[in-house]
T-cell receptor, first 112, second 111 residues
């Protein structure tokens, strides 16, 4: 009964490198989200998905891509990392029967 | 342009007293509101919600009040406990499951 699992938990990237953050949920939730948390900025929505095979842009999508090939997984990709992408990234999911998100424990990414 | 604002970055309260956390929003179309609590190095956890058809919702020590005309909601914690020390986020959505979050208020409950 893991809920929402994010991997990795920590990562340091060099500017220009690429990486993929993985989010997996075992609750059969339809909706999944990627947020970033920065000091003084709260949680800002990057991309989200309302079902397998669908994705949509949030508030701050630039520099990120996502894929939802399987219902339980939501991947966040950085093609060419920039220092401005240094942040803590949270994945969340929600079913259509409740309103509250279930969040993962976060991925702390540093781009140097 | 922040649609959801938490104007107090921090709040300190004595144990046993009431904690009041405030949140303002600008979009009158928001119809569902949530409060989350976040401890360091953990993801936010859902605390309490309220829909726009209500003006109050209670769950144990936590009560959320909604004033639609003022576009304002507040979270009351009574009595406050040291374990309540955390960052609290309010969030709002407009008829979907896509929430806009505030910047958070760090609550410190002093023993």
């Amino acid at each position: 009964n893991a809920g929402v699992t994010q991997t990795p938990k920590f990562r340091v990237l060099k500017t220009g490198q690429s990486m993929t953050l993985l989010c997996a949920q075992d609750m059969n939730h339809e909706y999944m989200y990627w947020y970033r948390q920065d000091p003084g900025m709260g949680l800002r929505l990057i991309h989200y998905s309302v079902g397998e095979g669908t994705t949509a842009k949030g508030e701050v999508p630039d520099g990120y891509n996502v894929s939802r090939l399987k219902k339980q997984n939501f991947l966040l990709g950085l093609e060419s990392a920039a220092p401005s992408q240094t942040s803590v990234y949270f994945c969340a999911s929600v079913s259509t029967e409740i309103y509250g998100y279930t969040f993962g424990s976060g991925t702390r990414l540093t781009v140097v | 342009d922040q649609q959801v604002k938490q104007n107090s970055p921090s709040l300190s309260v004595q144990e046993g007293r009431i904690s009041i956390l405030n949140c303002d929003y600008t979009n009158s179309m928001f119809d569902y509101f949530l409060w989350y609590k976040k401890y360091p190095a953990e993801g936010p956890t859902f605390l309490i919600s309220i829909s726009s058809i209500k003006d109050k919702n209670e769950d144990g020590r936590f009560t959320v009040f909604l004033n639609k005309s003022a576009k304002h909601l507040s979270l009351h914690i009574v009595p406050s406990q040291p374990g309540d020390s955390a960052v609290y986020f309010c969030a709002a959505s407009e008829g979907t499951y896509k929430y806009i979050f505030g910047t958070g208020t760090r609550l410190k409950v002093l023993a």
